[in-house]
Nanobody, 115 residues
Framework: QEQLVESGGGLVQPGGSLRLSCVAS????????MGWYRQAPGKQRELVAT???????NYANSVKGRFIISRDNAKNTLYMRMNSLSPEDTAIYYC?????????WGQGTQVTVSS
């Protein structure tokens, strides 16, 4: 069964950093484009960043220059380093394939940016 487990979120002050991880089960991780998504309270889920199977990356304008997505196919793990965090980045962060979510959505990991 294809599953995702996100971790690494937490409470951080504005300007701080976090590193998110997403461990995927099953056999489809390594050859699919993966993405980080986020959903803020009262808003729809949005795409934050993607990374292809050969490590081409793309970012939403709101995070470009601050977030870095990466992957380790040997560990079936997706990462995202988040720097210069602001309160607008507060959300639950999820990972999944892109553009079509092929995994059951995980629980996500909560990121809260507040002083």
């Amino acid at each position: 069964q294809e599953q995702l487990v996100e971790s690494g979120g937490g409470l951080v002050q504005p300007g701080g950093s976090l590193r998110l991880s997403c461990v995927a089960s099953g056999s489809i991780f390594s050859y699919n484009t993966m993405g980080w998504y986020r959903q803020a309270p009262g808003k729809q889920r949005e795409l934050v960043a993607t990374i292809s199977s050969n490590n081409n990356t793309n970012y939403a304008n709101s995070v470009k220059g601050r977030f870095i997505i990466s992957r380790d196919n040997a560990k079936n793990t997706l990462y995202m380093r988040m720097n210069s965090l602001s309160p607008e980045d507060t959300a639950i962060y999820y990972c999944n394939t892109h553009p079509v979510p092929r995994y059951y959505w995980g629980q996500g990991t909560q990121v809260t940016v507040s002083s």
